[in-house]
């Protein structure tokens, strides 16, 4: 068995690389086994006037994210679920159907994810400009 020390800036290599690397965001919710996470302070500053805001679904005992439309994945779904597997999809069902198809892991409901990103987004948006003022 191999053993390796971690430092505390060391990426766990479980972790996808940058957008999906989910330590680069904070924890805001759960649903079920998803966490839900955002970008906040310097991270916040930077994507919010540039149309990127988004949050991410991490699955963390699958290693699977999903973040949801933005600039940054031109306005759809992306999900990254290993390094061979990288979708785009116009809407969550293609998400969900894919998640459950492909992985056998369901992902949030249509509507829990509905109201988290119309809620958690139209938030980041509020916080930036309270920063702003
Ligand atoms: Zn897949």
Same mark, same amino acid.
């Given at each position: ?46 994507? +919010?006037?540039? !149309? ?7 699955? %963390?005992?699958?290693?699977? @994210? #999903? /973040? ?32 459950? +198809?492909?992985? !056998? ?7 829990? %994810?509905?109201?988290?990103? @119309? #809620? /958690? ?13």
């Amino acid at each position: 068995m191999k053993t390796r020390i971690l430092g505390p800036n060391h990426q766990d290599e479980r972790h996808p690389a940058a957008p999906h690397d989910p330590t680069e965001r904070s924890l805001v919710l759960e649903l079920g086994p998803w966490e839900v996470r955002t970008f906040a302070g310097r991270f916040l500053a930077y994507f +919010a006037p540039r !149309g990127l805001l988004h949050i991410q679904y991490w699955h %963390a005992e699958k290693g699977i @994210s #999903v /973040l949801s439309p933005s600039r940054l994945t031109r306005a759809r779904y992306e999900v990254r679920a290993t390094d061979q597997c990288t979708m785009h999809f116009a809407n969550w069902e293609g998400v969900q159907t894919h998640l459950e +198809a492909c992985h !056998g892991v369901v992902a949030p409901t249509e509507l829990e %994810a509905f109201h988290t990103e @119309s #809620v /958690l987004v139209s938030r980041l948006g509020e916080s930036v400009g309270g920063l702003a003022s």
